[in-house]
């Protein structure tokens, strides 16, 4: 009878201790962790707090990016600075450089035309929401895989794949970098190389652009005057509607027949 009651008496604080860890699994989770930044030396715990600085500005960065991006906006690097968003630890410059160079290691967008479905990341308080992490507790690695970059001769562009058109970033940028030739030329090569179709007069009449017919008419020729893009080429419909398209991408014939299409017979097949 006697080791009969040893042995409940031995088992039952295990079962005690196992009712209670599956009762609050969390909190028997928790105590290493708890346990693991008690033991971080004062180098280690300034490390991870550190990082932590660096992660929640660049998070801020970033989602500033892509609500910018939603509103059909470019985002230059040097607004970081002009916005004060880095942390208190670091100088602007010094996070402007460090962020960028994050982004570029990272796995993050080709400034191209997205393959597939691309989906934004949520802000880093969404993600953590209902985490209570405390500041010795090291933030993850921030999602980049939607953030493409455009290097100009004015700046660093930025913008989310996931949000805006690699063809209205370029537009954009074009705009900002302040070249109507060159914005002229990447439209009318890009339209002829993704799509491919030759451009109309009117479609630099809408944003960004919002030039008139004459102004467009007018870039041409000083893009047929430059004799530096001899592939841009322009022809009328039988309505005399001006279309122009790259033959790097489209031959004259193609060019031809598809502004035709565009222009006359696709009004008169919807």
């Known amino acids: 009878m006697k080791p009969c009651v040893a042995s409940d008496e031995t088992t039952l604080p295990a079962e005690e201790q196992a009712a209670q860890e599956e009762t609050h699994p969390q909190a028997a989770q928790e105590e290493p962790a708890e346990q693991a930044a008690q033991e971080l030396t004062e180098e280690q715990r300034a490390a991870v707090r550190t990082h932590n600085a660096f992660v929640r500005a660049a998070d801020d960065a970033l989602t500033d990016i892509r609500q910018r991006s939603y509103e059909g906006k470019l985002t230059t690097s040097s607004r970081w600075k002009k916005l004060s968003m880095q942390p208190a630890n670091m100088d602007a410059r010094e996070f402007e450089e460090q962020l960028l160079l994050y982004i570029e290691q990272h796995d993050h967008a ?23 992490l405390s500041e010795d507790d090291p933030l993850p690695e921030l999602d980049v895989s939607d953030i493409a970059l455009i290097y100009g001769k004015k700046g660093i562009y930025l913008y989310s794949l996931a949000l805006m058109s690699h063809s209205y970033a370029h537009a954009l940028f074009q705009t900002a970098e302040s070249s109507d030739v060159s914005t002229f030329v990447d439209v009318v090569r890009s339209e002829s190389r993704i799509y491919p179709r030759p451009v109309a007069a009117d479609t630099f009449m809408n944003v960004p652009y919002l030039w008139s017919v004459k102004k467009t008419l007018s870039v041409y020729e000083r893009v047929v005057q430059s004799d530096s893009f001899n592939d841009i080429q322009m022809v009328r419909t039988s309505l005399g509607t001006p279309y122009f398209y790259s033959t ?23």
């Open 110 to 132: 080709k400034d191209e035309p997205a393959m597939g479905k691309l989906v934004a990341p949520k802000p880093l308080s969404v993600q953590l929401e209902g985490q209570e």
């Open 248 to 270: 790097i991408y489209l031959s004259n014939a193609q060019g031809k027949a598809l502004a035709e299409w565009y222009g006359v017979e696709k009004g008169l097949n919807p």
